[in-house]
């Protein structure tokens, strides 16, 4: 007689992802990775370069200069042989630049939450999340083991109720500064003040904010008047504004000094690569030289603003570099993003579970780069693809 249940099919264990990957497909959920040439002559409205930076001759010259120094690799994670003299460097240039005591890069922003959310929260604790927070702060929240909270998006009274209430002694609070998706910021100040009147720590995703927004791109939190204060922990990333790759926390050198101690994805991973490290921090003394630059990105994502409101389109504003186009369902939004891709502008195509059901939507973001001729040719594509919304 067989042990096998007659409902398994013991040859294909993974048969269901077959069905799986079909029901997407109907839902227009299906994703697929498009190789990219290193000379598309598309305008790009997709990727996170927010200041242009990426082929900068003083970035890629630095990614060269600190490979050939320090070799392709890390060689080994941080606590080992990973932490070079270059990732030091790095690491005191970026708290000076946010206005904090200390940094502590990690190999990607995503790390980055995961290591300061998992090192701060555990059981007996309460992580109090903004409703609309990046996978990344939810994945490391849920990590924690600390008892969750969603508020609604912004909603500071919401907040401070779940804090009030609460039965736990240390509480985090944990949001976005300007909000990947929608490109709003957080009303970080009111949430600071409900944090320290009960005894929470505010912990603040810098991600989109960090080269961008405040003065000389210093951060919504510099902006905010909260750089440096205690109860305020600062995550940001290297692959944005700082045309990189890797990630960061910043606050007190005791906080980066607990993170070398208990924060795992930091512990076990291997550091980040030299050529990383090299071009974020040649990209950050192009911002601290030319603190226009942040003001520059600001000021084009307004005029894409501007301009899809004078087209009806409904569009969020925005913060920093990042808005979207709202256009419903999959269907629609994946359309329009092909539309644009025919006629030369890349734009993102956010659909669930990225943002919730009936919200798919074109997510735009600028660049201080984009000239006025990308502009008017932005202007015709969007004139057009406003004439064919319903």
């Not at 070079?84 to 206005?99: K, R, S």
């Not at 007190?252 to 690569?273: K, N, P, Q, Y």
């Not at 920093?320 to 419903?328: D, N």
């Not at 600028?366 to 040719?377: G, I, Q």
Request: net charge negative; with cysteine; aromatic share 4%.
């Amino acid at each position: 007689m067989s042990t096998v249940d007659d409902h398994r099919s013991p040859r294909d264990p993974l048969s269901w992802l077959a069905e799986r990957a079909e029901h997407r497909r109907a839902a227009g959920l299906r994703r697929r990775l498009v190789p990219r040439p290193a000379d598309s002559p598309l305008i790009d409205l997709a990727g996170n370069d927010y200041l242009g930076l990426t082929r900068h001759p003083e970035v890629t010259a630095a990614a060269i200069a600190a490979i050939r120094e320090w070799g392709a690799g890390s060689t080994g994670s941080r606590l080992v042989t990973g932490t070079t003299e270059l990732h030091a460097e790095l690491e005191a240039e970026l708290a000076g630049h946010a206005g904090t005591e200390s940094a502590l890069v990690f190999s990607s922003g995503y790390l980055a939450n995961l290591g300061v959310l998992t090192a701060l929260a555990g059981r007996g604790d309460l992580i109090v999340s903004d409703s609309l927070n990046h996978a990344s702060l939810i994945d490391a929240a849920r990590l924690s083991r600390a008892r969750i909270a969603i508020t609604p998006h912004s909603d500071v009274d919401a907040v401070a109720a779940e804090l009030a209430n609460r039965s736990e002694e240390r509480a985090l609070v944990v949001v976005e500064s300007l909000f990947s998706v929608d490109g709003d910021t957080a009303p970080l100040r009111a949430l600071h003040t409900a944090c320290r009147a009960h005894g929470a720590v505010l912990v603040v995703d810098e991600a989109h904010g960090f080269g961008v927004a405040g003065p000389g791109g210093r951060g919504a939190v510099f902006e905010a008047g909260l750089a440096g204060e205690p109860d305020v922990v600062v995550a940001a990333t290297l692959s944005k504004a700082l045309a990189s790759q890797g990630g960061a926390v910043l606050g007190s050198a005791e906080l980066t000094a607990h993170l070398v101690d208990a924060a795992r994805s930091m512990i076990f991973d291997t550091g980040l690569a030299p050529a990383s490290a090299g071009a974020a921090l040649a990209a950050l003394r192009l911002i601290r030289r030319d603190p226009g630059l942040p003001e520059l990105v600001r000021k084009r994502s307004w005029e894409l603003y501007e301009l899809a409101l004078e087209l009806g389109l409904p569009a969020t504003a925005p913060s920093g570099a990042v808005l979207s186009v709202v256009l419903g369902e999959p269907a629609a939004a994946v359309a329009a993003a092909a539309y644009c891709l025919e006629r030369g502008v890349r734009v993102g195509c956010f659909r669930p579970p990225s943002v919730p059901d009936g919200l798919s939507r074109l997510r735009m973001t600028s660049r201080a780069d984009l000239s006025d001729m990308e502009v008017d040719h932005i202007r015709a594509v969007l004139s057009e693809l406003a004439k064919k919304q319903p």
